[in-house]
């Protein structure tokens, strides 16, 4: 079977650092993919990891360990506009479907 | 560049009718697919296409068809909406690296 899990809710402060674990279970493993939700909203691309380690885009930065079945997206400087639900996703092989987990709310709060 | 487009962006329907959700893509990927999304439920795979004239079920495909005649289009058939069919829909094109979302589609069925 497949499992991603994900906490559920988060609440951080405004100017923190917060990150959001995600750990998965998958027949298979082609890549790990977050993205960010606003309400109402479509699903946007944040990271992709395919090899173990860090990968940083400015604000954001995701890693990967395929040992442990883990990742997580680490939030600097946090801000208001970074309230959010956070999705974690695998690819099992090749070109197949992500498979989600079912996000993480996050609150900002001052 | 228009991306990912999707049509309707509302839609109401009774229980029994049937309708088309529009899906189309510009970037030529080959590989699209579609999801809904529920409250607490997350992301959820209906069915997918790796490429013109190949389509496979996902994790809920009851209730749904799909084609896939162009690389450009991916339409989403409901053949007799039920209230269970209430929800957020969206479809998604894939590269190797990236998945990209539309804008989704709201459908509440009465």
């Known amino acids: 079977g497949q499992n991603i899990d994900q906490p559920t809710e988060m609440t951080a402060t405004e100017g923190a650092i917060v990150q959001i674990n995600c750990t998965y279970q998958?027949?298979?493993?082609?890549?790990l993919f977050w993205y960010q939700q606003h309400a109402g909203e479509a699903p946007t691309f944040l990271s992709y990891?395919?090899?173990?380690g860090l990968e940083e885009k400015g604000r954001f930065s995701s890693f990967l360990s395929r040992s442990k079945g883990y990742s997580y997206l680490l939030l600097k400087e946090l801000q208001m506009k970074d309230s959010a639900s956070y999705l974690c996703?695998?690819?099992?092989?090749?070109?197949?479907?992500?498979?989600f987990g079912k996000g993480t709310r996050l609150s900002v709060i001052a | 560049n228009a991306g990912v487009t999707q049509t309707p962006k509302f839609q109401v329907l009774k229980t029994g009718q049937s309708m088309t959700l529009q899906c189309a893509q510009d970037m030529n990927h080959e590989y699209m697919s579609w999801y809904r999304q529920d409250p607490g439920m997350g992301l959820r795979l209906i069915h997918y296409?790796?490429?013109?004239?190949?389509?496979d079920q996902g994790e809920v495909p009851n209730g749904y068809n799909v084609s896939r005649s162009t690389t450009e289009d991916f339409p989403l058939r409901l053949l007799s909406a039920a209230p269970s069919q209430t929800s957020v829909y969206f479809c998604?094109?894939?590269?190797?690296?990236?998945?990209?979302f539309g804008p989704g589609t709201r459908l509440l069925v009465l």
């Open positions: 296409s790796v490429g013109a004239g190949i389509t």
């Open positions: 990891n395919v090899l173990d």
């Open positions: 996703a695998v690819r099992n092989s090749g070109n197949t479907p992500l498979v």
């Open positions: 998604a094109s894939s590269s190797k690296t990236l998945t990209l």
């Open positions: 998958t027949s298979g493993f082609n890549g």
